[in-house]
């Protein structure tokens, strides 16, 4: 049984430039979250997909925008990349907004 | 919001020796968890423990709702221990898991 898988590991960006991110959830999650983690921070919250739909969204920009698929995998894009956007993108699901999340092994993004 | 505040910020101890870390809520939270985040980043679910106490091996956890913090015991610490642990919880309404900002342990043989 996998768990929650991330593509790609990492990846070097220029400013200015976009970027997809990849998430498969656990077998058995529908609910995929997307979390963003600076070097020394805790995760921080982007927003959250249920039903193909975006059902709650933290304190990020219109630039950060999100997509998720009939088979619960789901993208997170970021447009016109800033260097404060380097982090690590973490990738949680679980089967209900309610539970326990399990997360991948993340996207660690760098922006030169 | 809310402020998750985890205390102590960084620990360091001998292999063997015994810790207790400590989450603090700012407001009353659901589904509270400990991760464990690896020098790799992989974070891993360690206890969901909305209420009460649970025990994993040589780690157990316990939350007091009421009281808004929870507590994590590491007995017998290893060097595989080190790394960065989490806890996090959900506002009774609400899809977004507040996080703390870490306490760092690093376990010396």
Redesign the interface.
């Known amino acids: 049984d996998a768990g929650v898988t991330q593509s790609p590991t990492h990846l070097i960006k220029t400013r200015g430039q976009q970027v997809t991110l990849r998430c498969s959830p656990k077998s058995g999650h529908d609910?995929v979250?997307w979390?963003q983690?600076a070097l020394g921070?805790?995760?921080?919250?982007i927003f959250?997909y249920?039903e193909e739909e975006e059902?709650?969204r933290?304190n990020f920009p219109d630039r950060f925008s999100g997509h998720q698929f009939p088979n619960y995998s789901s993208e997170l894009n970021v447009n016109a990349l800033l260097l404060g956007d380097s982090a690590?993108y973490?990738c949680a699901s679980s089967p209900d907004?309610?539970?326990?999340?399990?997360?991948g092994?993340?996207t660690?993004l760098t922006v030169t | 919001g809310i402020q998750v505040e985890q205390s102590p910020p960084d620990l360091i101890l001998q292999e063997g020796a015994n810790s207790t870390l400590r989450c603090n809520f700012s407001d009353s939270v659901n589904n509270l968890q400990w991760f464990h985040q690896n020098p790799w980043g992989q974070l891993i679910n360690l206890f969901y423990i909305p209420s009460g106490t649970k025990q994993n091996g040589r780690l157990s956890a316990t939350t007091v709702a009421t009281e808004r913090y929870s507590l994590l015991y590491i007995s017998s610490s290893q060097t595989t221990d080190s790394g960065v642990y989490f806890c996090a919880g959900l506002l009774n309404t609400g899809n977004q898991f507040y996080f703390g900002t870490g306490t760092s342990l690093t376990v010396i043989p």
């Open positions: 609910t979250s979390y983690q921070q805790g995760p921080q919250f959250q249920y059902r709650q933290g690590l973490l907004r309610a539970l326990g999340l399990h997360f092994n993340g660690r």
